[in-house]
């Protein structure tokens, strides 16, 4: 069910019936959740903030690890440790080691999607890990060589005019849509306090883009 939204309100709907769907944890997507869970493990963290609990799989993926990690959601339903937006994160400055952001911040409105980032940017202490849906048309290369082995790579298409941006009922926006394109969300990225390590698209899930965030340290 969709909710009416204002300005400082993620799109609230029966995402409890959506992760528990037959369809919902597909080939794609699990070789996202590889993703999701070995780029946040790569920045060597002590104390992790999941935002949007979605399934529970990565959480409890690297719990049973031994990682301290701890969960915020909107859904009261989904059991995160704490019921919470990610406009206002209720922890300290620098409260974590790494933050992550996997596939939530298109269900606000893009005028908040600043403000959300300078949230994850005040509560962890050096990255970010975050993804974001990109609809962007693309090229594959694979090749399995001798010696070298493979070699997986996407390659954008390069596009004259972008797709109309619609809300469909779950996002309000996506990379690659009319007003949305890359350039634009790195720019809000980068004013937001973050440089960006790395951004890259799953080869098994184009739709997913990574983006490895690093806390710029401000001098006074």
Known sequence: MIMTMSKNEEVKYNKSNLYTE??????????????????????????????GIGNGFVSKYLKERQFQIVTIDVDEKLKPDIAGSVLGIPFVDESFDAVVCYEVLEHLPFQNFADALREINRVTRAHAVISLPDISGFYIVYLDLPIIGEIKKLITRPTLKLPPNKFDGYHCWEIGKATYPLKTIKSVIKNAGFDIRRTFRVFECPYHRFFILEKVVRIL
């Open 22 to 51: 037959i369809t919902y944890d597909s080939k794609k997507r699990f070789c996202s959740y590889w993703h999701q869970i070995q780029e946040v493990i790569l920045t060597n963290p002590r104390q992790i903030l999941e935002i």
